[in-house]
């Protein structure tokens, strides 16, 4: 999606005619940053993630003019993701236009939604607050009154809490994993009649490939690492889980920062686990026949998209998104949660 135009508004020459991956991203940030890297007094010389990291404490410095430079990025990337969402729920023709592949009926949707919900690293910390005051006042200034833009009591573990609801009745405790553009999160589940009622995180992994090329570049090796790699990790998650009573459960939910559609990364999309593609049709098939023969069992792997598994800790909210905001964008939609497990967490039941 381009923003083309929102008639009512003069938007920044920065915003004109890019993508929302463009202007709300861990890479938009990170621009953003080393551009005012000096009156932000942050070393140069720090990797991007550590340049984020670093960033968040600017926006409470005691340093007026670090704090003030820190405080317009936070602007910009709020006001960049209120001009995303008035592109999306207002529809302009102009911004139709800009769009064919999407039919009436995606805008109609978009239309339709009055809260979106907030989650991922991008989001966290200082930021997230002011992410969210800058783009409902974008909100308002395009004529949509009442819209709602919120952060997730959840953050950056939206798509743990969400997978962990896909994990099948009738097990007490399961594992799922989130394997994003830089980290790979993983998650301990709990279940108590049929409800989740506790997720213990488990350490962060870095994610150890960055094969970020076209499928037509990446090479049959580099894919079948990453295979390798990943199935390798779900195993040692596996193994390395709290001892219950049975055991995780075997079907073991993993979220891919991806559009998956019949257990695969679609090929119309660029990133990372999209190359699977060179070695497998099947990523969620493949997943499963290697770790299963790394646990001596059979395991089923639920590969669910970011987005997808972000939303479904909201399921059932009606009119409502769910935007992870991280080294991408991931977006999704609630349900009606007929065929999810019930949830009992901190923020209260679900």
Not at 33 to 46: E, H, T
Not at 183 to 197: I, P
Not at 303 to 314: C, E, F, I, P
Request: aromatic share 6%.
């Amino acid at each position: 999606m381009r923003i083309a135009e929102l008639p009512g508004l003069e938007l920044p020459d920065a915003v004109k005619d890019r993508t929302a991956y463009e202007i709300v991203s861990a890479l938009a940030l990170t621009q953003m940053i080393r551009r005012d890297i000096g009156s932000l007094q942050l070393d140069a010389n720090l990797s991007d993630h550590g340049l984020r990291l670093a960033f968040d404490p600017c926006l409470q410095s005691a340093v007026p003019s670090v704090r003030n430079t820190a405080h317009a990025i936070a602007r910009a990337i709020g006001r960049n993701l209120g001009y995303v969402l008035l592109t999306v729920t207002r529809g302009d023709e102009v911004n139709r236009r800009a769009r064919p592949d999407w039919t009436a009926v995606h805008w109609a949707h978009w239309a339709g939604i009055r809260r979106v919900w907030l989650g991922g690293g991008l989001v966290s910390g200082n930021l997230g607050p002011l992410v969210v005051q800058h783009a409902c006042r974008v909100m308002q200034e395009g004529g949509m009154e009442g819209f709602g833009v919120q952060l997730s009591p959840f953050g950056a573990d939206l798509p743990l809490v969400g997978a962990a609801r896909h994990v099948p009745p009738g097990h007490d405790s399961a594992v799922v994993l989130d394997f994003g553009g830089t980290w790979v999160k993983r998650a301990w589940a709990a279940f108590e009649d049929d409800r989740l009622v506790e997720l213990r995180r488990l350490p962060d992994q870095a994610a150890p490939w960055r094969v970020v090329r076209t499928l037509e570049e990446t090479t049959p090796e580099e894919a079948e690492k990453l295979l390798r790699d990943m199935a390798a990790l779900i195993a040692a998650t596996w193994q390395g889980a709290p001892s219950t009573r049975r055991g995780p459960a075997e079907t073991i939910p993993v979220s891919l920062a991806a559009y998956v559609r019949d257990g695969n990364p679609m090929l119309t999309q660029a990133g990372t686990y999209m190359q699977t593609n060179r070695v497998t049709d099947n990523l969620e098939r493949e997943l499963g026949r290697r770790v299963g023969a790394a646990l001596d069992r059979p395991v089923r792997i639920r590969l669910l998209h970011d987005g997808t598994a972000a939303a479904a800790t909201y399921a059932g909210e009606r009119q409502a998104a769910v935007i992870m905001l991280g080294t991408a964008l991931g977006v999704g939609f609630p349900g009606d949660g007929a065929d999810l497990r019930g949830m009992m967490l901190a923020d209260g039941p679900r």
